[in-house]
């Protein structure tokens, strides 16, 4: 006789792709049979768990979705699968070799056991740093955020993680430093204010606040904004580029490996010297200035802040104030405000 294999349910419509593990059930009803699971079909998620073999254990919502099936009744999912799990595209939970991190899960001492791919945090939980999302449980955005700021490798990636969580609206800076004000004593407060200290709500991209890193922290230079439309002075939109140092007139930008390819690379050259004809310096950095810095791209910004020409308001061709029709999204509570017909047409170019 042929065993039923059982198709889970999902969890959520907003996670389609995810299939939540099961325990064993003689029946075959909700869940493999003994007989399943000693073939093929189904693999082992977590202790006395299973999924079907098919089931991609590489994608990091379903690793979210496998471990969160351990939760006790008290506790959630919290750090970067906290955040994964309520949009922040950024965390994938790979570390940069690609090895997968564990999914840490926050509970009360004692109440289940480190395992292969998870990590059990016991730190102080109150009620209010728990909430359910897309039915999971887990520890609110900025209770996951900063657990993941202050367990950061360094200062900056402290910065990298906060930014990236703003850039999907998932916390805003005083959401996090109200927070924060809360976490006296505890370890690694220290990484989130500083990660206070030098974030923006309006990074696009984690190699965009590496950029912006070496600018304040190498060279110690004023703050450059990020992403701020730059417009002549009819109130055309010149460009928005990634880094701008309003008081120099240095446009910075980071260019991946998409702006390598021919259109996009054609539509770079064009904004460049854009820029330019309006008096504006321009310098690029590329993934490879990461391994040596100081001998490739900051001799680079100085060469360039150095032939900028710091004009002075009154004679700019070029300006940073939007005209009226303009529709802001450079802060987390702007874009919170816009619509979803708002978000994919003025948001659509941000990266993930």
């Known amino acids: 006789m042929v065993e039923r294999m059982p198709d889970p349910a999902h969890p959520h419509p907003r996670h389609p792709l995810v299939v939540p593990p099961v325990r064993v059930d003689r029946s075959g009803q909700a869940g493999p049979t003994p007989r399943n699971v000693r073939g093929q079909g189904w693999r082992t998620s977590t202790r006395g768990l299973f999924v079907p073999s098919s089931v991609d254990a590489s994608d990091p919502d379903q690793r979210v979705c496998e471990a969160a099936a351990c939760l006790p009744a008290y506790g959630g999912v919290t750090g970067w699968a906290g955040l994964r799990w309520g949009g922040a595209r950024w965390f994938d939970g790979t570390e940069p070799g690609r090895s997968f991190r564990p999914v840490v899960l926050a509970v009360m001492h004692g109440e289940i056991r480190h395992q292969p791919g998870l990590l059990v945090t016991s730190e102080r939980l109150p009620p209010r740093d728990l909430m359910v999302l897309d039915g999971m449980n887990v520890t609110t955005h900025v209770r996951s955020v900063c657990y993941e700021i202050r367990y950061a490798s360094s200062d900056r990636q402290a910065v990298v993680i906060l930014d990236m969580a703003m850039m999907d609206d998932l916390v805003?800076?005083?959401?996090?430093?109200?927070?924060?004000?809360?976490?006296?004593?505890?370890?690694?407060?220290?990484?989130?204010?500083?990660?206070?200290?030098?974030?923006?709500?309006?990074?696009?991209?984690?190699?965009?606040?590496?950029?912006?890193?070496?600018?304040?922290?190498?060279?110690?230079?004023?703050?450059?904004?990020?992403?701020?439309?730059?417009?002549?002075?009819?109130?055309?939109?010149?460009?928005?580029?990634?880094?701008?140092?309003?008081?120099?007139?240095?446009?910075?930008?980071?260019?991946?490996?998409?702006?390598?390819?021919?259109?996009?690379?054609?539509?770079?050259?064009?904004?460049?010297?854009?820029?330019?004809?309006?008096?504006?310096?321009?310098?690029?950095?590329?993934?490879?200035?990461?391994?040596?810095?100081?001998?490739?791209?900051?001799?680079?910004?100085?060469?360039?802040?150095?032939?900028?020409?710091?004009?002075?308001?009154?004679?700019?061709?070029?300006?940073?104030?939007?005209?009226?029709?303009?529709?802001?999204?450079?802060?987390?509570?702007?874009?919170?405000?816009?619509?979803?017909?708002?978000?994919?047409?003025?948001?659509?170019?941000?990266?993930?």
């Open 172 to 352: 805003s800076l005083d959401e996090v430093a109200a927070y924060v004000a809360t976490l006296n004593g505890w370890i690694g407060v220290g990484k989130c204010r500083i990660a206070l200290v030098l974030a923006s709500e309006n990074s696009w991209s984690a190699m965009e606040t590496r950029f912006r890193l070496i600018w304040v922290i190498d060279l110690e230079w004023p703050a450059p904004l990020c992403n701020q439309p730059v417009f002549d002075l009819q109130g055309r939109h010149i460009g928005t580029p990634d880094l701008i140092d309003v008081e120099a007139g240095l446009v910075g930008e980071y260019e991946g490996d998409l702006h390598l390819q021919g259109s996009r690379r054609g539509k770079d050259l064009q904004k460049e010297a854009a820029y330019r004809r309006l008096g504006r310096e321009y310098v690029a950095m590329v993934a490879a200035d990461q391994r040596s810095p100081e001998t490739t791209i900051i001799p680079r910004l100085l060469e360039a802040r150095g032939r900028a020409r710091f004009e002075a308001e009154s004679v700019r061709q070029w300006t940073v104030v939007p005209p009226a029709w303009w529709t802001l999204t450079t802060t987390v509570a702007a874009r919170r405000a816009l619509s979803e017909r708002q978000r994919d047409r003025l948001l659509r170019y941000r990266a993930g």
